[in-house]
């Protein structure tokens, strides 16, 4: 007797465990599409939940029966969470989207296809910052996200370093530059750069073995695929280049030029000049380097602005990517998140109807109160560049590219096999990086990757 | 219990052969538990790695069988190679230092050390999570602001790359694990080391032999089943190396710490290519079984010298 007693507690047990475990996805319980609706949508960005929440409680306002429940992921977890997520059925309706990951989700048929509803509910793709639409059509042409912010790169500076060095704020927004001497810009770099001793990066005697402060930060990796805030900057300021030789979806990199490759050397050869640390020198990205001193500058996007600017005892400067002497142009990468919608949700109206709503400037505009990115409408760009103006940050600059006669953006790279892709750039980028090959090694990996996408 | 007992009074003429029975069922309730999980996260993930070797499989699609391509692949894919190598030089600098340091350890604590306090400090790194230590010696090894730098420039030595040159790079991530996992091995081997009567080291002593002699000719021919056991446990495990690595490094600089596992889930878990990854685990699986039948014969692990 006892013993089928301790049989069935075991088994209830078991039983209690295996419920726990099923009910971990929590959210899309509730089939009926008339009845009250909790989408579960996800994002990476701590910076922007407050943006997003206050969004979802607008939505929820005008939608009462649908109510939205946000989590927040670091990057790192974020797409494994998401994979698994799409895996057990435990993923959510909603969530935001990168280029670099909605090509293998698409592609699998795990995220929804827009263009009908877009269609049908004649959603104005118009309306978005010129371009950024584009690279959510997938390979099958099908539409995969409604973009919902935009980004380009700048440089940060300490204020103080470089008044200290003797410059000042203007000297910094209209630098110069050229793959051969690196023009006023790497002269800057060099200036503000500080050894042991004191002396300076363009000065006699300077040690570069024992650099304090470096006049540029190093990124926290060799840039992968893109070196978006690396080498992307001088790279997208040559008239004419690209990253690919059709974009999204093409499989032939322009890094094999003498002009590109040339960039990549010069770019990595601050490193050997002592300007920027070495590969392995600094663990850190560069918003630390900054904050810790050891840097002056550094390339950084402008979603990272209110970081920058927040940072205490730092008085932060943004100015644009120099000026290409030959091109007279500033360049930069222009990217976007989009929110996707998962193929498999149980709410797809209730899903679509979030997504679209946060593709009006009602949403956007509450987002842009935040100051915490350029939404994709640019009436809302313009709200958001005045709360940052309102919070003392002058985001201005990353705005330069967008006009054709002062700069270019270029699309981030949109390819089947990224993370792949990224490995094998990376890799490269590495050794350029370690000083072990030059640029040219480049040319025998974009054959390598062309080969690899072809048979994709 | 009580049912047992019951019988015994009830049919005592037939108490053997009920016994037995009652037994057996006793025994499959105990061992139930533990074969669910076995069964559930040992036995069936392995049968269905192995099945999945065999295939083209991106997680989101059902598997679609490819017979020995992923095998014929694994021969040419200088990654993979690259990948045992590297695993191969962490394992041998992690095993030999990690054995012969706990192994002295161990010896203080059977000869010097009976304070239960100081022993209880040496398991304290392995009380701390792997990511942890990971994390705090990432930091404490910073090229720029790690402290282990500063005491180097004090000493007046170069600043040392760490985590940031190929060379260091293993070494490194060896020497932060032996840390870890010493404390805990010489518990091991100091159980094991309890279990030589002291009466083989009273007659020794009384046949005039010195401490060194001891520990050569007694401590360690008695201590070769214990030895080896902990050698070929913590090889196992040390193969398996991937938090400290994953935390750490990431593989890198270029590929110089991409050890076997982290290869294993970068294929899997960014490249989705769950087939070939399956596949990559099989010849790690191999590697570990050769090596391990290969250990328990040479060290006769499982039989004793002390009868």
Request: net charge negative.
């Given at each position: 007797?006892?013993?089928?007693?301790?049989?069935?507690?075991?088994?209830?047990?078991?039983?209690?465990?295996?419920?726990?475990?099923?009910?971990?996805?929590?959210?899309?319980?509730?089939?009926?599409?008339?009845?009250?609706?909790?989408?579960?949508?996800?994002?990476?960005?701590?910076?922007?939940?407050?943006?997003y929440q206050a969004c979802a409680t607008a939505f929820t306002e005008e939608n009462p029966d649908i109510t939205v429940?946000?989590?927040?992921?670091?990057?790192?977890?974020?797409?494994?969470?998401?994979?698994?997520?799409?895996?057990?059925?435990?993923?959510?309706?909603?969530?935001?989207?990168?280029?670099?990951?909605?090509?293998?989700?698409?592609?699998?048929?795990?995220?929804?296809?827009?263009?009908?509803?877009?269609?049908?509910?004649?959603?104005?793709?118009?309306?978005?910052?010129?371009?950024?639409?584009?690279?959510?059509?997938?390979?099958?042409?099908?539409?995969?996200?409604?973009?919902?912010?935009?980004?380009?790169?700048?440089?940060?500076?300490?204020?103080?370093?470089?008044?200290?060095?003797?410059?000042?704020?203007?000297?910094?927004?209209?630098?110069?530059?050229?793959?051969?001497?690196?023009?006023?810009?790497?002269?800057?770099?060099?200036?503000?750069?500080?050894?042991?001793?004191?002396?300076?990066?363009?000065?006699?005697?300077?040690?570069?073995?024992?650099?304090?402060?470096?006049?540029?930060?190093?990124?926290?990796?060799?840039?992968?695929?893109?070196?978006?805030?690396?080498?992307?900057?001088?790279?997208?300021?040559?008239?004419?280049?690209?990253?690919?030789?059709?974009?999204?979806?093409?499989?032939?990199?322009?890094?094999?030029?003498?002009?590109?490759?040339?960039?990549?050397?010069?770019?990595?050869?601050?490193?050997?000049?002592?300007?920027?640390?070495?590969?392995?020198?600094?663990?850190?990205?560069?918003?630390?380097?900054?904050?810790?001193?050891?840097?002056?500058?550094?390339?950084?996007?402008?979603?990272?602005?209110?970081?920058?600017?927040?940072?205490?005892?730092?008085?932060?400067?943004?100015?644009?990517?120099?000026?290409?002497?030959?091109?007279?142009?500033?360049?930069?990468?222009?990217?976007?998140?989009?929110?996707?919608?998962?193929?498999?949700?149980?709410?797809?109206?209730?899903?679509?109807?979030?997504?679209k709503y946060m593709g009006t400037t009602a949403c956007q505009d509450l987002v842009a109160a935040k100051a915490v990115?350029?939404?994709?409408?640019?009436?809302?760009?313009?709200?958001?560049?005045?709360?940052?103006?309102?919070?003392?940050?002058?985001?201005?600059?990353?705005?330069?590219?967008?006009?054709?006669?002062?700069?270019?953006?270029?699309?981030?790279?949109?390819?089947?096999?990224?993370?792949?892709?990224?490995?094998?750039?990376?890799?490269?980028?590495?050794?350029?990086?370690?000083?072990?090959?030059?640029?040219?090694?480049?040319?025998?990996?974009?054959?390598?990757?062309?080969?690899?996408?072809?048979?994709? | 219990?009580?049912?047992?007992?019951?019988?015994?009074?009830?049919?005592?003429?037939?108490?053997?052969?009920?016994?037995?029975?009652?037994?057996?069922?006793?025994?499959?309730?105990?061992?139930?538990?533990?074969?669910?999980?076995?069964?559930?996260?040992?036995?069936?993930?392995?049968?269905?790695?192995?099945?999945?070797?065999?295939?083209?499989?991106?997680?989101?699609?059902?598997?679609?069988?490819?017979?020995?391509?992923?095998?014929?692949?694994?021969?040419?894919?200088?990654?993979?190679?690259?990948?045992?190598?590297?695993?191969?030089?962490?394992?041998?600098?992690?095993?030999?230092?990690?054995?012969?340091?706990a192994l002295l350890i161990a010896v203080l604590m059977q000869r010097l050390i009976r304070s239960t306090f100081v022993?209880?400090?040496?398991?304290?790194?392995?009380?701390?999570?792997?990511?942890?230590?990971?994390?705090?010696?990432?930091?404490?090894?910073?090229?720029?602001?790690?402290?282990?730098?500063?005491?180097?420039?004090?000493?007046?030595?170069?600043?040392?790359?760490?985590?940031?040159?190929?060379?260091?790079?293993?070494?490194?991530?060896?020497?932060?694990?032996?840390?870890?996992?010493?404390?805990?091995?010489?518990?091991?081997?100091?159980?094991?080391?309890?279990?030589?009567?002291?009466?083989?080291?009273?007659?020794?002593?009384?046949?005039?032999?010195?401490?060194?002699?001891?520990?050569?000719?007694?401590?360690?021919?008695?201590?070769?089943?214990?030895?080896?056991?902990?050698?070929?446990?913590?090889?196992?495990?040390?193969?398996?190396?991937?938090?400290?690595?994953?935390?750490?490094?990431?593989?890198?600089?270029?590929?110089?710490?991409?050890?076997?596992?982290?290869?294993?889930?970068?294929?899997?878990?960014?490249?989705?290519?769950?087939?070939?990854?399956?596949?990559?685990?099989?010849?790690?699986?191999?590697?570990?079984?050769?090596?391990?039948?290969?250990?328990?014969?040479?060290?006769?692990?499982?039989?004793?010298?002390?009868?």
């Amino acid at each position: 007797m006892k013993l089928t007693r301790v049989i069935a507690a075991a088994a209830v047990a078991a039983l209690t465990v295996g419920v726990a475990g099923c009910s971990g996805g929590g959210g899309s319980a509730n089939d009926d599409e008339s009845g009250p609706v909790a989408l579960q949508y996800w994002l990476w960005d701590e910076a922007q939940l407050p943006a997003y929440q206050a969004c979802a409680t607008a939505f929820t306002e005008e939608n009462p029966d649908i109510t939205v429940n946000i989590t927040q992921l670091n990057w790192d977890d974020y797409w494994t969470k998401l994979t698994t997520g799409f895996v057990s059925g435990t993923g959510p309706d909603v969530f935001i989207d990168h280029l670099s990951q909605y090509p293998s989700f698409s592609t699998k048929g795990q995220v929804l296809d827009l263009t009908d509803l877009v269609e049908s509910d004649s959603v104005d793709l118009t309306a978005y910052s010129p371009g950024l639409v584009d690279s959510w059509y997938g390979v099958d042409g099908g539409l995969y996200g409604l973009p919902k912010d935009w980004d380009t790169e700048g440089i940060f500076f300490n204020e103080a370093m470089v008044k200290d060095a003797g410059y000042t704020d203007s000297d910094l927004q209209n630098l110069t530059w050229n793959p051969t001497d690196g023009g006023t810009y790497e002269k800057t770099i060099a200036h503000l750069t500080v050894d042991k001793n004191g002396v300076r990066g363009d000065e006699a005697g300077f040690d570069k073995n024992n650099v304090k402060v470096y006049g540029l930060a190093a990124p926290s990796d060799a840039g992968g695929t893109s070196g978006q805030v690396l080498w992307s900057t001088f790279a997208a300021s040559m008239a004419d280049w690209n990253y690919l030789d059709k974009n999204p979806w093409g499989t032939n990199f322009n890094y094999t030029s003498t002009e590109f490759q040339q960039i990549i050397d010069w770019y990595f050869g601050l490193s050997k000049k002592g300007y920027m640390p070495a590969f392995g020198v600094s663990s850190t990205n560069a918003y630390a380097q900054i904050a810790a001193g050891n840097a002056a500058t550094a390339i950084e996007g402008s979603w990272n602005s209110n970081s920058f600017a927040t940072i205490k005892g730092v008085e932060i400067g943004i100015a644009a990517g120099p000026i290409n002497e030959q091109s007279n142009l500033r360049g930069s990468q222009k990217n976007s998140v989009a929110d996707s919608i998962n193929a498999a949700t149980k709410h797809p109206e209730a899903a679509w109807k979030f997504v679209k709503y946060m593709g009006t400037t009602a949403c956007q505009d509450l987002v842009a109160a935040k100051a915490v990115v350029f939404p994709s409408i640019p009436s809302s760009t313009e709200k958001a560049i005045a709360a940052f103006k309102e919070n003392g940050v002058d985001v201005s600059p990353f705005l330069l590219y967008n006009d054709a006669s002062t700069g270019r953006t270029v699309a981030a790279p949109v390819t089947l096999a990224a993370d792949e892709l990224s490995d094998l750039f990376g890799d490269a980028f590495d050794n350029i990086w370690l000083g072990k090959t030059d640029a040219s090694s480049l040319t025998p990996v974009v054959e390598q990757v062309k080969k690899l996408l072809e048979s994709q | 219990m009580t049912t047992h007992r019951m019988q015994t009074i009830v049919e005592p003429s037939r108490r053997r052969s009920s016994r037995r029975r009652n037994d057996f069922a006793v025994a499959i309730l105990f061992l139930a538990p533990a074969t669910v999980g076995f069964v559930a996260f040992y036995v069936w993930p392995s049968i269905r790695g192995l099945y999945l070797s065999f295939t083209d499989y991106n997680i989101f699609q059902a598997p679609v069988w490819v017979g020995l391509k992923n095998y014929e692949k694994l021969l040419t894919d200088d990654k993979m190679w690259n990948s045992i190598v590297v695993t191969l030089e962490y394992v041998a600098i992690n095993i030999v230092f990690q054995t012969i340091l706990a192994l002295l350890i161990a010896v203080l604590m059977q000869r010097l050390i009976r304070s239960t306090f100081v022993r209880g400090i040496l398991l304290m790194p392995y009380l701390v999570s792997n990511v942890v230590v990971a994390l705090v010696w990432l930091w404490m090894l910073d090229y720029q602001m790690g402290i282990t730098n500063q005491l180097l420039e004090w000493i007046g030595l170069p600043r040392l790359m760490f985590f940031g040159s190929e060379q260091l790079v293993i070494p490194t991530i060896a020497f932060v694990n032996i840390w870890r996992f010493m404390g805990y091995t010489a518990l091991l081997i100091f159980a094991g080391m309890q279990s030589i009567p002291n009466t083989v080291y009273e007659a020794a002593r009384v046949d005039g032999a010195s401490e060194w002699q001891m520990f050569r000719r007694i401590t360690l021919p008695l201590l070769r089943p214990n030895l080896a056991m902990v050698v070929i446990t913590s090889m196992i495990g040390s193969f398996q190396v991937f938090d400290t690595v994953s935390v750490t490094t990431q593989g890198g600089p270029v590929d110089a710490s991409n050890v076997i596992q982290m290869y294993i889930y970068k294929l899997a878990f960014s490249q989705f290519k769950f087939g070939y990854a399956s596949a990559v685990s099989v010849v790690l699986m191999l590697i570990l079984l050769v090596i391990s039948i290969f250990q328990l014969r040479l060290t006769r692990a499982n039989s004793s010298d002390l009868v």
